[in-house]
């Protein structure tokens, strides 16, 4: 099968999901050992909610796709990602910032065990999330330069450089007109630096050649902006219910690819984005049937 267009992506990542599930109870044993009893289970409640598991599966395809042995381990290494990702939303979440009441069709974590708590229960996820990933990084047998070169990944993509400072340049655009290349940046940093960490560091893992990289740090950046401009796009068309989060930058009047360019113009330019992915690939040697649909998934999903 190499056509995209007949591999069953739902089936694939229904399975994908499986796998992830069962990393992120292997991962919450870990946490169990060391994090007080009051916040155990608001970090279980928060990293078992469900969620597309996007990222962690995107890095186990990719390390798959580049030559890597698949097995527990490379699940192991994405866990490492979803676990900045879950902190990321628990804390978007929060009074302070978003103050959402629905995350992935349940109440969030302040909500249900108050502020204080979801403070301490995301900022609990950060160093486990690198602990997560030497563990995995030893479980797969990479050498030291690729080792750290793998944690400098996810911490450079969580970090300033990446989504907590994009997220500060996000708070900053509320009192500003953004144009669209800033709008741009702002994405690619909140949102893209995250995926496309996913995806070079199960590259990484893999021994992936320099050339191969940089195509999935391409193939990165063009669906991590269609991501964010189809999250805004949700935002504006679907309820809460739908989602099962809370539509925000709507509400707050923030500038987004619709409100600069309107839903039709925003979904092309995400069309757009999704299929520059797809040539990306092609050229880096690295086509997928899997990451070909992703793509196509990341623009025509209603979740
Ligand atoms: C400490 C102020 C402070 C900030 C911490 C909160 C934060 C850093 C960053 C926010 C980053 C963020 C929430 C970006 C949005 C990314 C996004 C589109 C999330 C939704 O991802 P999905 O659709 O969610 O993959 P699921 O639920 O499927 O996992």
Redesign the pocket.
């Given at each position: 099968m190499t056509d995209s267009a007949y591999f069953d992506l739902e089936d694939f990542l229904f399975k994908e999901r499986a796998e992830v599930e069962k990393a992120l109870g292997r991962s919450l044993k870990y946490l169990d050992r060391y994090l007080p009893v009051g916040l155990a289970k608001p970090v279980r409640d928060a990293v078992m909610a469900g969620?597309?598991r996007?990222r962690p599966i995107l890095c186990a395809l990719v390390y798959r796709k580049c030559g890597g042995q698949i097995g527990p381990a490379a699940y192991d290494l994405g866990v490492s990602i979803e676990l900045i990702?879950t902190y990321?939303?628990m804390?978007?979440d929060l009074p302070c910032?978003d103050d959402a009441q629905l995350r992935?069709g349940s109440l969030t974590t302040h909500k249900i065990y108050g502020e204080e708590i979801a403070v301490r229960a995301g900022l609990a996820l950060i160093p486990a999330a690198s602990l997560q990933a030497i563990r995995a990084i030893r479980e797969l047998g990479c050498d030291e330069k690729i080792s750290q070169n793998i944690l400098i990944e996810l911490n450079c993509a969580a970090g300033a450089g990446g989504?907590?400072g994009g997220?500060y340049l996000d708070l900053m655009a509320e009192d500003l007109v953004l144009d669209s290349d800033k709008l741009e940046n702002v994405h690619c940093m909140?949102?893209g630096a995250l995926l496309t960490a996913s995806l070079v560091m199960g590259g990484l893992a893999a021994y992936a050649s320099e050339d191969k990289i940089t195509g999935l740090k391409k193939y990165g950046r063009a669906v991590g902006l269609a991501?964010?401009i189809t999250?805004d796009i949700l935002d504006e068309t679907s309820s809460s219910k739908d989602l099962g989060k809370n539509p925000s930058d709507g509400l707050l009047d923030k500038v987004t690819y619709v409100s600069i360019y309107g839903v039709e113009e925003s979904m092309r330019i995400a069309r757009d984005l999704s299929d520059e992915a797809v040539g990306v690939l092609r050229e880096a040697g690295i086509e997928s049937p899997e990451l070909n649909a992703i793509a196509r998934y990341i623009v025509e999903r209603k979740l």
């Open positions: 969620g597309k996007l990702h990321s939303l804390h978007d910032i992935r989504m907590v997220q909140k949102t991501f964010q999250d």
